[in-house]
């Protein structure tokens, strides 16, 4: 970690990644490529519990607005994701592929969170690879515009109607010693199950979100 640089961590807060390609080079350039992140996305997110609010995979870095995880660290969860994807890309694993490090800003309002968004959403557009945010595949914005899924589940108003609809609340199993168990297998077969504390703190802010209007998200 860089001198001077904190990380405030175990404090419930959403988090606002961003971590990049080696030397910035576009290693995520190919459609094939992002694919393989999103992929790896969903399956660290099952594996350690936490939730995605949102992300882009650009070319050369990504973007996450995510919780904490409820199994690991979060320094654990992007090591992991980055050597996920790394190894199952050509030459991945034979060539340094990734910055070491990442930037992490805490997320303590609903007004951040909303900014986040919004800046993850029409960074594709910045960057003049597309007219609109609808046209760049590899980000939550398709989730936020339609209510449909993706590959990766986002926690969203949309998400949380569907499991009230459902009457199932999220919740993360832990894996007990020696027993490999996918996150969220309750909710998966269907089970009603009680929120953790952190759930029912993020499903609140959740709740909250429902009163705001579509642009603030997606504009």
């Known amino acids: 970690m860089p001198w001077g640089l904190k990380r405030y961590q175990q404090a419930g807060h959403l988090h606002f990644i961003t ?3 080696y030397r910035r080079a576009p290693l995520l350039g190919t459609g094939q490529a992002r694919d393989r992140f999103v992929k790896a996305l969903e399956q660290a997110r099952r594996w350690y ?6 992300y882009v995979v650009m070319p ?3 973007h996450l607005l995510i919780s904490e995880p409820e199994r690991g660290s979060l320094a654990l969860v992007l090591q992991m994701l980055k050597q996920g994807v790394s190894r199952r890309l050509p030459g991945g694993s034979q060539t340094r592929f990734w910055q070491p490090r990442y930037y992490d800003f805490n997320v303590w309002s609903e007004r951040k969170r909303v900014e986040k968004l ?3 959403h029409r960074n594709p557009v910045t960057r003049g690879l597309v007219a609109s945010p609808e046209q760049w595949a590899w980000s939550s914005f398709g989730h936020y515009s339609t209510g ?3 590959v990766v589940e986002i926690e969203s108003q949309w998400t949380a109607r569907k499991r009230e609809r459902m009457g199932i609340y999220q919740t993360v199993r832990r894996r007990e010693s020696g027993i490999k168990a996918p996150a969220f ?3 998966a077969k ?3 199950t009680r929120p953790s504390a952190k759930g029912q703190l993020l499903s609140a802010g959740f709740k909250k979100a429902h009163r705001l ?3 603030g998200v997606l504009g």
């Open 49 to 54: 519990g936490f939730y995605v609010v949102g």
């Open 190 to 192: 269907g089970r009603a």
């Open 60 to 62: 050369e870095h990504v």
């Open 118 to 120: 919004r800046y993850l």
């Open 213 to 215: 209007s579509a642009w």
């Open 185 to 187: 297998a309750n909710c």
């Open 19 to 21: 971590f990049s390609c």
């Open 148 to 150: 449909e899924d993706g």
